[in-house]
């Protein structure tokens, strides 16, 4: 894919972030097929570009192939997103776009939970169907911060997203190779690559608990520049912490 010189420096530097992720929880390995979860935003198509750049420098070979689900809390019947496919096709990127399933007797509109749950059954069945063994989510540092307050805050557990988590039986691994990047480098990045417009945003996308963690941790992040890395570690540690526990409980049986 072909890239400017700023682009190319911050996406070197980005991949530092995206390498450590990637080798700390093993995520990319020689033979993978990888299916980038795409919605048409900034963080998916950052992922989808990062990973074919690095294909460039890494010594293990693997291929990509994006995916995208049309469909929101609205249900699966809103039209597909034209730009994306157009884009995808410009560079030359194999791909597949299906409507979301939403099972019969659904309510409509779906709360973020259900829709989240029926868009990932529709990611993983076309993933199976390209023949991919890893799932690429372009979750970043920031959601993983605001994912480990909202769960400390509502629910009294230190815990975030998984970079790395594996599926029916280690058929599919859900990798987050973006774990350690900033949003503000993402924002950055994908201001000098030229992207699609990104589709509109589901209408209950600001209504979420996610966006009073956003605003917190803004706030705070005034005073403590490494806030957002600071909670996505201690969350991280706190699960190691608690697998080590019950590792240890379970010997003692």
Same mark, same amino acid.
């Given at each position: ?96 776009? #299906? &409507? ?5 007797? *659904? ?6 939970? !259900?829709?989240?749950? =029926?868009?990932? /059954? ?87 608990? #996610? &966006? ?5 941790? *803004? ?6 520049? !490494?806030?957002?890395? =600071?909670?996505? /570690? ?20």
């Amino acid at each position: 894919m072909a890239t400017n010189l700023k682009a190319e420096r911050l996406a070197r530097f980005m991949l530092k972030k995206v390498n450590k992720a990637i080798y700390e929880f093993r995520m990319i390995e020689d033979g993978d097929r990888i299916a980038v979860a795409v919605s048409g935003g900034k963080d998916s198509l950052s992922l989808l570009y990062i990973l074919r750049f690095r294909m460039r420098f890494v010594p293990e070979r693997y291929s990509v192939v994006a995916i995208h689900v049309v469909g929101d809390a609205r249900g699966s019947y809103l039209l597909p997103y034209p730009e994306l496919e157009e884009w995808l096709r410009a560079h030359e990127i194999e791909y597949l776009v #299906r &409507q979301m399933f939403v099972p019969e007797g *659904e309510s409509i509109p779906m709360t973020c939970e !259900r829709c989240t749950w =029926n868009r990932r /059954r529709t990611l993983f069945e076309m993933a199976r169907e390209l023949g991919c063994n890893k799932v690429a989510f372009g979750h970043h540092l920031d959601d993983l911060a605001e994912t480990a307050l909202l769960n400390l805050i509502y629910h009294g557990r230190l815990e975030t997203m998984t970079p790395c988590a594996s599926y029916f039986g280690g058929m599919f691994k859900l990798i987050r190779p973006l774990a350690y990047v900033p949003e503000a480098e993402i924002k950055r990045f994908s201001s000098l690559i030229e992207l699609p417009s990104p589709p509109p945003p589901c209408p209950r996308s600001e209504q979420t608990k #996610r &966006q009073l963690m956003r605003k917190l941790i *803004e706030e705070m992040g005034k005073d403590a520049h !490494r806030i957002r890395e =600071n909670i996505v /570690r201690a969350a991280l540690e706190s699960e190691i912490y608690e697998k080590e526990s019950l590792r240890r409980a379970e010997d003692e049986k």
